[in-house]
């Protein structure tokens, strides 16, 4: 067992509160509201917001500590509900007490340079992720029966994912090496001509919010495919949002990033460049001078439902676009139902090559 190496530390957490009976209140994806569950009062940000302002500032300060286990650091807190001890691994900005069930924002996690710029609410509900889990069956024939079964889902989160949004103005040029190929026919003779030819195309581009997820803790083909996401309803950041859901911090600072960004601009620049060029053949890059240039950069937090599922004591991955309802993932293959598609389509192919073989041999026996 590694040695836990404990420093004291006072950390401040966030709760957002009934404004109407203290209860803990959440976020409503449906509503965009946010609703208490106990004495069903409804309020709207600016509402949470005046309460936020008015309530007094004061925290309590709270022993926690941090254990460093097996290299994972982990912070523990106290719930301001019911007093449990919690604990949370160092990157987690908001979470759960597993006793009472109160969403605890990590204040440190979300403030300084951890503080988010802007944030989209989340749209999409939890039932409605279990639902897009359950339809994975549609045009899926060679997924497994059960696999979609509601009870394989071993844990589904709502988390708000870090993300380093930039944006870039790229300037430069492309050389290609293109070519028209023309062909005519003289009496037999089929004759054809290609011309060569050196194309430059330059000028500059502007791309505003590219993305790049700023945590290494969650894969980035995944959070790839969930995009796009409609940044049109990006709003201020405001911690009340985070009510109910899980939330994580980055990771990644955006200098270490930016590349990604900036590669990922240049090379739709270049086939901007390049698709700008009509009437040819062929078109080969062979040389490009594209430089990407950072103009600004924003730290967001985006809306993701992760669902886990466990099929055969193995774990897969989902995961669901919180606004647009993308639901990506790696569905198993059930070889049985391969080897029997495998088997009739080559049934189905060999009778319609006897059928055919039939009909020619019939019909051509007539005109013998």
Sequence with gaps: MAEEKIKNKKEDTLENRCPSCRSSIKFNAKLQKWKCEYCGSEFTLEEMQKHSDNASTEKKNRKDAKVEDDNIEYVS?????CGAEIIADSETAATFCVYCGNTAILQSKLSG???PDLVIPFKKTKEEAIEAFKGLSKGRP??????NNEKNIEKIRGIYIPFWLFDIKNSGDIEMSATT???WRVGDTR???TNYYKVIRGGTMDYSKVPIDGSTRFDNDIMNTIEPFDYNELVPYNHAYLSGFYAEKY???AKDVFAEAADRSINSTKEVFKNDTRGYTTKTIVKDTVIAKENNRYYALLPVWMVNVKYKDKMHIFAMNAQTGEFIGNIPLDVGKAILYFFLIFIGVFAVIIILSLII???????I
């Design 77 to 81: 807190y106290h719930c301001e509900s």
């Design 361 to 367: 041999y019939f019909v051509g026996g007539a005109f």
């Design 113 to 115: 340079k951890f503080a």
């Design 142 to 147: 060679l997924m497994p029966k059960d696999f």
């Design 251 to 253: 990771d990644q600072e």
């Design 181 to 183: 190929v023309d062909t």
């Design 191 to 193: 004759y054809t001509k």
